[in-house]
T-cell receptor
Framework: SQQGEEDPQALSIQEGENATMNCSYK?????LQWYRQNSGRGLVHLIL?????REKHSGRLRVTLDTSKKSSSLLITASRAADTASYFC?????????FGEGTQLTVNP | KAGVTQTPRYLIKTRGQQVTLSCSPI?????VSWYQQTPGQGLQFLFEYFSETQRNKGNFPGRFSGRQFSNSRSEMNVSTLELGDSALYLCASSFSGGPYYEQYFGPGTRLTVT
């Protein structure tokens, strides 16, 4: 399957804690992207990491990619209640962007 | 720059009817992709248009069709609606590369089929 599989499916933490979400996949990829979706709304692009990159940062976000293990992780540091959302990894394999099923993150104030 | 806009935001239709959804991409973006999101199937790719040509298509029946105009605006049409077509339909635009670059999503159109 080209689809990424996120783990965990749901994550509940306290404000200030770090949140780590993982994405595993089975095929070779060109790049991997992470998106956030607030309840029932459009997706917001967070980070794109190319297959020849190992780590990228954007503010409180850190994404790693291990192509040998076919996995990626998204770390959100010092979480805030406003980070509560669903987080999706999306794989580019060939000419299509394929989304995983997402991780529902709840940050409790 | 204005973001991706989708109209209408909410729509209620009856089984058997047809519906047309509209998407205006970010100015300068030539690639528009459409996705269907449902609780059971998640986010599924419908099709991508680039410079008025369908460049890629997902695994959806022929009842789902789309087009793109010369100004990059895109429309998606679903004919003979079924209850299972109830979903959030998301449109995303990208400068040129489709899935190779970050995509910018609109707020979606929530379609309910009764």
């Amino acid at each position: 399957s080209q689809q990424g599989e996120e783990d965990p499916q749901a994550l509940s933490i306290q404000e200030g804690e770090n949140a780590t979400m993982n994405c595993s996949y089975k095929t070779s990829i060109n790049n991997l992207q992470w998106y956030r979706q607030n309840s029932g709304r459009g997706l917001v692009h967070l980070i794109l990491i190319r297959s020849n990159e190992r780590e990228k940062h954007s503010g409180r976000l850190r994404v790693t990619l291990d192509t040998s293990k076919k996995s990626s992780s998204l770390l959100i540091t010092a979480s805030r209640a406003a980070d509560t959302a669903s987080y999706f990894c999306a794989l580019t394999s060939g000419s299509r962007l394929t989304f995983g099923e997402g991780t529902q993150l709840t940050v409790n104030p | 720059k204005a973001g991706v806009t989708q109209t209408p935001r909410y729509l209620i239709k009856t089984r058997g009817q047809q519906v047309t959804l509209s998407c205006s991409p970010i100015s300068g973006h030539r690639s528009v992709s459409w996705y269907q999101q449902t609780p059971g199937q998640g986010l599924q790719f419908l099709f991508e248009y680039f410079s008025e040509t369908q460049r890629n298509k997902g695994n959806f029946p022929g009842r789902f069709s789309g087009r793109q105009f010369s100004n990059s605006r895109s429309e998606m049409n679903v004919s003979t609606l079924e209850l299972g077509d109830s979903a959030l339909y998301l449109c995303a635009s990208s400068f040129s590369g489709g899935p190779y670059y970050e995509q910018y999503f609109g707020p979606g159109t929530r379609l309910t089929v009764t």
